[in-house]
């Protein structure tokens, strides 16, 4: 990871535009090729950001951050305070509160919940940047990433997407479609996810767990 604190002023040029006026802010490089910019204070999420994958290209006094969509993140520096470079490892991944993992098991096991006619492929679907909650087939035999959240925010919307954008890279399950299931989902996420194409589910906990679960019958 590589993290630089310099007085910088930046532009989001894409689908919308967004602009921040000059001042010092932390950019933040991830391995995956994502980059964000923070401020001192207001959220603990991004004011901007781009995210993988992206390519950025480094100029004198300059970034330039863009994505295959052709959008682009400018970066314009005054002036560089740090800059460091951090190896930080393999991360074990989050480990989900007990809501959180039950959702995935009831919904795993109904499945049916999502649509008529859809199956369940895998668990813990395995990825190289972490495993998708669910990985299902609808009822048209097309491979839909299922993303699994107590409370849905814009972080689980763009978790999703990365997943997608990797997962589609495989032509042996691509198209992978994707839908965001949580227990509440917040209005700034709908909005984002739906602009991405991901569909949205509002999960019922009480309603899952009082479905009769038909694993091991026999008849």
Wanted: charged share 25%; glycine share 8%; with cysteine.
């Amino acid at each position: 990871m590589r993290l630089v604190i310099a007085r910088c002023q930046v532009d989001y040029v894409g689908r919308l535009t967004a602009h921040l006026p000059m001042a010092q802010r932390l950019l933040m490089v991830k391995a995956d090729g994502s980059v964000l910019v923070h401020s001192d204070g207001g959220s603990y999420k991004p004011l901007n950001w781009m995210s993988p994958p992206c390519w950025l290209t480094e100029e004198e006094g300059l970034w330039t951050v863009q994505n295959k969509g052709g959008e682009k993140l400018i970066i314009s520096i005054e002036e560089v305070q740090h800059d460091s470079k951090h190896e930080l490892g393999v991360d074990p991944g989050l480990i989900k509160d007990g809501v959180e993992a039950h959702l995935q098991e009831l919904l795993a096991e109904h499945v049916i919940t999502l649509g008529e006619g859809w199956t369940l492929v895998r668990r813990e679907f395995p990825t190289a940047i972490g495993p998708v909650d669910l990985m299902c087939r609808d009822s048209d035999g097309i491979s839909v990433a299922v993303e699994i959240k107590r409370r849905g925010e814009i972080d689980g919307v763009e978790q999703l997407t990365r997943y997608l954008e990797l997962l589609n890279r495989d032509p042996l399950l691509a198209p992978v479609k994707g839908v965001f299931a949580a227990q509440q989902i917040k209005p700034q996420a709908r909005t984002l996810a739906e602009d991405r194409g991901i569909r949205c589910v509002v999960l019922d906990y009480d309603a899952l767990r009082g479905m009769e679960s038909d694993e091991f019958r026999l008849f």
